[in-house]
């Protein structure tokens, strides 16, 4: 840590969902280690969840990246519409193999909130104590591609559908400075030529107007604008994706480190 780089505060890191461009999360996260900022929580939804959850439970994003990029990783979160439904069995037994020992949020070296839509009730449910299997299959449920996960007497989907970046297990958290690190960066020149583009444009849309507001109550936001240029299902260009958001977060170094040299700001019971 730099010399005379006092922290007042840890940071409080929302991870947003993006799919594949959820990768840059690792990168994100790659780099405040680098970096030496210190992490006091997370909240995180569908593939910034699943990051969330894999760095607090000590694995290297790096590594993450490595498991990623394996081609059975990438035959299983393909999208698959010609040949039905993922099965979550599949998804539940790689998190099983790679989270040994981990198998519960009181195992993990961060407190970490992850959060899912409650399809019956039209609400955003949040985890943070318990089993993380079920918890981390419902955040991923992507409607359509997964199935919806039943859990504690719910039908739970993608937290995203509601809630695509979860400030509010954050908020007023002492010692804790928010951090939105939102990676559904809008492409206004993308084409909208095909059925795939128009159901692309149409997630965009959707999701984007519930994270507006969100983005609003954090004291800063990581956004790499780079980002626009992949689709949400380029799992091909991990590697790219995860270098976005490495050296995106290195350019915001100052930035970070004045917000932990900061009190915390008023209070917000939002």
Known sequence: MEAGFTPLRGLGLALSGGAA??????GVLEALDELQLPIARLSGVSSGGLAAVFYAAGIPPREVLR????????????????RGL?????????????????????DLRLPVTLAATDLAA???????????????????AVPVLFQPVEYQ???LVDGGLLNNLPVEPLLSRPGVAVVGVHTNVL???APITSLRHVAERTFFLA???NVVARLARCELVLQPPELRRFSVMDLRHAAELFDIG?????????????????????ADFG
């Open 67 to 82: 498991l990623l990029t394996d081609t059975r990783f990438l035959r299983l979160l393909r999208p698959a519409f010609g």
């Open 187 to 189: 492409n206004p020149e």
């Open 86 to 106: 993922v099965r979550v069995s599949m998804l539940e037994r790689l998190i099983a193999a790679h989270l040994p020992g981990n198998q519960t949020f009181a």
């Open 122 to 140: 039209g609400e955003t449910v949040y985890f943070d104590e318990g089993p993380l299997t079920p918890a981390l299959l419902a955040t991923s």
């Open 153 to 155: 007497g719910r039908v």
């Open 21 to 26: 461009r959820g990768i840059a999360h690792l």
């Open 207 to 209: 999701i984007g107007t």
């Open 246 to 266: 490495y050296r995106y977060t290195l350019s915001r170094a100052a930035a970070l480190r004045d917000l932990l040299e900061k009190p915390a700001p008023a």
